[in-house]
């Protein structure tokens, strides 16, 4: 049996879990850092339900000049620990995808580990691999 493939990365982030689990479910605050390295600042979107089986869809501009739009269903919201929903770009429904987000107290701040999982194949994974980081510096930024 094949498995899909899936990527994992860690950050720890100078706030408490609350402020960082504020951050992943208010859309005034998500627009203020997500997306990839080459987002064009301002041009975020975001319409949020959080609850489980709400809905969510974020959208954003890049300097290439595409704009991209991603949405899903949570499945699982437990502040200030976990957050999971499904992923799908617009451009290819069909493809949905799953993000884990955990969030551990560290001190003075959080541990987040985001577990993106169910890609569609390697090349999938590595495109959000390259999205994940950057958007995730921009979190890491916006609380340092």
């Not at 089986?53 to 976990?82: L, N, S």
Request: no cysteine; aromatic share 10%; proline share 6%.
């Amino acid at each position: 049996m094949l498995t899909q493939p899936s990527l994992s990365l860690n950050r720890r982030i100078n706030a408490t879990p609350e402020k960082v689990f504020a951050a992943w479910v208010d859309p005034e605050k998500i627009i203020r850092w997500f997306g990839p390295a080459h987002t064009i600042v301002g041009s975020v979107q975001a319409e949020m339900d959080v609850r489980v089986g709400g809905r969510f869809r974020i959208r954003f501009a890049t300097d290439d000049g595409e704009t991209h739009e991603v949405g899903g269903a949570y499945r699982e919201v437990t502040p200030p620990q976990r957050l999971v929903f499904s992923w799908a770009w617009h451009s290819t429904p069909e493809r949905e995808s799953l993000v884990t987000v955990t969030l551990r107290p560290d001190g003075d701040g959080t541990l987040l580990s985001l577990n993106h999982g169910q890609f569609f194949d390697e090349a999938a994974r590595d495109g959000h691999e390259r999205g994940w980081t950057g958007t995730l510096d921009k979190l890491e930024k916006m609380f340092a």
